[in-house]
């Protein structure tokens, strides 16, 4: 059996002490983590990507700039990646892009370095587990100031492609912080979103969690129109309780996977916001 956390850390340092307490307390083996500030240290019993000690690949580096108020062009100030950390006896080997200008033709590359961390987990029986830690980078509309994810989602999705088409590719999964923030409101900026979910489908991903069970009443003030809704909340706008809940936090298997499913939660921890403004996800595997 093998638990998987998906946790955006929301760029906080103490984060790492936390989820020590998380893998002690859902038996964590594999963590995929989101706006993750570089440890200060290698925490002990835990292999993290990208290595801690190369701190420029703990960094969202492209975009390179962004315009002050006053318009001047400064350095990017996103001291944050996604990453992957494994404890235990785990063998989890790093599967690392280049930077697209900087691939070779027909090579792993990656738009957005620090966006997503790939991984590949040996298994038991020689089979092969391609973990997948992704986050949704805000664009902002020049004329509205409006943010919107799905354009990086999809250049996340373009670089993958050949990770999901690999050979090896039977177990795929992929979490993280997708921020289709308006996840079928109802909006055009909401069908917009959810094309992000539509292509992950084509290459067999589909979400398999968390989501409540369906005999529980659904999220209280939720955005989503759908009557059937399951969501789980999962974000809340700078951890204020007044602020509306989300879930931008999800797990996407490959069918083979999802097969191997056994249970799929968010952390029950009724202060789970003092922590993050994300909630930690988890699911577990028959593998
Ligand atoms: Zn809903």
């Given at each position: 059996m093998l638990t998987v956390a998906s946790w955006n850390m929301n760029q906080r340092k103490d984060a790492w002490a936390h989820l020590e307490d998380l893998a002690r307390a859902h038996d964590i083996r594999l963590a995929l983590l989101q706006e993750a500030k570089r440890p200060n240290?290698?925490?002990?019993g835990w292999q993290v990507q990208p290595p801690p000690s190369d701190e420029a690949r703990w960094r969202l580096s492209v975009p390179r700039f962004f315009k002050t108020k006053d318009g001047k062009l400064e350095e990017t100030r996103r001291w944050f990646c996604s990453a992957i950390a494994s404890t235990g006896d785990l063998q989890v080997e790093a599967r690392e892009p280049l930077e697209l200008h900087e691939a070779p033709d027909g090579t792993f590359a990656c738009s957005h370095p620090g966006q997503f961390a790939v991984a590949n987990v040996k298994l038991d029986d020689e089979r092969v587990l391609t973990v997948v830690s992704l986050y949704g980078i805000w664009d902002r509309m020049e004329d509205s100031g409006q943010i919107y994810p799905e354009a990086t989602l999809h250049r996340a999705v373009s670089d993958l492609t050949s990770v999901f088409q690999h050979?090896?590719?039977e177990y795929v999964l992929v979490g993280g912080?997708?921020?289709?923030?308006?996840?079928?409101?109802?909006s055009v900026w909401g069908d917009r979103g959810m094309t992000v979910l539509s292509r992950l489908a084509a290459y067999g991903l589909e979400i398999c969690g968390p989501l409540r069970p369906e005999h529980e009443a659904r999220l209280?003030?939720?955005?989503?129109?759908?009557?059937?809704c399951r969501h789980v909340h999962t974000y809340l706008h700078q951890s204020k309780p007044e602020n509306r809940p989300h879930q931008l936090d999800f797990f996407l298997a490959t069918p083979a996977l999802r097969d191997r499913l056994q249970s799929s939660w968010a952390d029950?921890?009724?202060?789970?916001?003092?922590?993050?403004d994300h909630r930690p996800i988890f699911a577990s595997f028959d593998i």
């Open positions: 240290e290698t925490l002990a050979a090896s590719s912080d997708l921020n289709i923030y308006s996840y079928s409101d109802g209280e003030r939720c955005p989503c129109p759908d009557t059937s029950p921890d009724p202060t789970w916001w003092t922590h993050s």
